[in-house]
């Protein structure tokens, strides 16, 4: 297994549309496994393919308490069970240091793959559903500062750009 290398605020190739996942092999299978082993050494909550690099349509999530309850969604599709929503602090393992309050429907419905290509379906609210709503933008090529006004979005973008230029 490995960790892989996570794409940061405002990489340009954050902004790839993904592609649907339509090989199910050992190279998915260690994909996730990279992933999942990416996202607990990070000490997040979900990572989406789009942030390694890799533009197919897959995400990793753990919102358990203990770390030990991974979940896959291939070729993931949404959607809005309630109008209502609810707001999170979100952060984002591509823009590490900031968070923001965001919006979204606080239930949905999502169909997806697993890793042997079999459809299921679940339904999720909370902070699973916006987890997963978060994620499925990655791989739509957006980013949740996006969500917030040009002038936060531009400030985080400024600082971070700061740290890359530090660290290059
Ligand atoms: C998306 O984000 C999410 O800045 C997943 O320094 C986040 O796992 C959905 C992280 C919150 C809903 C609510 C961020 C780790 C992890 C950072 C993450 C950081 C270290 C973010
Ligand atoms: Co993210």
New binding site residues.
């Given amino acids: 297994m490995s960790i892989l290398q996570i794409l940061e605020f405002p990489d340009p190739r954050l902004r790839k549309i993904a592609e649907p996942v339509t090989i199910f092999d050992e190279k998915l299978e260690v994909l996730i496994e990279d992933m999942l082993e990416t ?1 607990y050494a ?6 989406a393919a789009t942030q390694v690099n890799v533009h197919k349509r897959l995400l990793v ?1 753990d919102v358990s308490e203990n770390r030990d309850a991974p979940q896959v969604f291939i070729n993931p599709e949404v959607d809005i069970l309630e109008d209502e929503l609810s707001e ?6 591509s ?5 923001e309050t ?1 919006s979204r429907p606080c239930a949905v419905k999502i169909t997806a793959l697993d890793a042997r290509g079999e459809e299921f379906e679940q339904e999720a609210e909370d ?1 699973l559903a ?2 997963i709503q ?2 499925i933008d990655h791989l739509n090529g957006k980013l ?1 500062v996006d969500y917030l006004s040009t002038l936060k979005r531009q400030r985080i973008r400024a600082k971070l750009e700061k740290e890359h230029k530090k660290s290059a």
């Fill in positions: 996202m990070a000490e997040g909550i979900g990572l999530i999170y602090d979100e952060g984002c393992l823009v590490p240091g900031f968070y965001v902070i916006t987890c978060h994620e949740f």
